[in-house]
């Protein structure tokens, strides 16, 4: 099966704590995303990446980091700098990065804050 | 004001019952208009992709855009419950490496 997978499904975070997000895929995609779904806000870019080795800022990325070492691989970390990290994390993924290519999501992590 | 304005509903209809969605923007730079279907606790999937003003249809769904107004459109025949989810329109323009969603409409169709 073809596809992108993130775990885990839930994460808790405690105060001051770094955690990491998952994701993977298999669909020999070139370009991976990373958002974050607020209720009533729809979705916000995190980060992006073109290609291995390479990211861009979205437009929320204080707090955020990420590292693209290997194709199929975007792990996202959410660090203690991110003072409201409480939401729905979605990966997603396209061929590349030209904005017509249908962009492919992932089932979603919830991150939640002890 | 919001780049893209989607109201959030939730939008209640009974079964058989004909769906409208729609979503305003600002920017008169965008060009591509999608709509995303996103089920509880899922990610969305992507349901219909335009690029010019008009319709174009794809089985029970009809996506409208009017550019002129700065306005689309989903539309959805014989709605089913299986259609209850929450619909985002996503719209970019050319030159953009990212889409600017909706909020999203919450649509529950009741049996």
């Known amino acids: 099966d073809g596809g992108i997978t993130q775990s885990p499904k839930y994460l808790f975070r405690k105060e001051g704590q770094n955690v990491t997000l998952s994701c993977e895929q298999n669909l020999n995609h070139d370009a991976m995303y990373w958002y974050r779904q607020d209720p009533g806000q729809g979705l916000r870019l995190i980060y992006y990446?073109?290609?291995?080795?390479?990211?861009q800022k979205g437009d929320i990325a204080e707090g955020y980091s990420v590292s693209r070492e290997k194709k199929e691989s975007f792990p996202l970390t959410v660090t203690s700098a991110q003072k409201n990290p409480t939401a729905f994390y979605l990966c997603a993924s396209s061929r590349t990065v030209h904005i017509q290519e249908t962009q492919y999501f992932g089932p979603g992590t919830r991150l939640l804050v002890l | 004001q919001k780049e893209v304005e989607q109201d959030p509903g939730p939008l209640s209809v009974p079964e058989g019952a004909i769906v409208s969605l729609n979503c305003t923007y600002s920017?008169?730079?965008?060009?591509?208009f999608m709509w995303y279907r996103q089920y509880s606790r899922k990610g969305p999937e992507l349901l219909m992709y335009t690029y010019s003003s008009g319709n174009k249809e794809d089985g029970r769904f009809t996506a409208q855009v009017d550019k002129s107004s700065k306005y689309i459109s989903l539309f959805i025949r014989d709605s089913q419950p299986s259609d209850s989810a929450t619909y985002l329109c996503a719209i970019c323009s050319g030159s953009a490496r990212q889409l600017t969603f909706g909020s999203g409409t919450q649509l529950t169709v009741l049996p």
């Open positions: 920017n008169s730079a965008f060009q591509y």
């Open positions: 990446s073109q290609i291995v080795n390479d990211f």
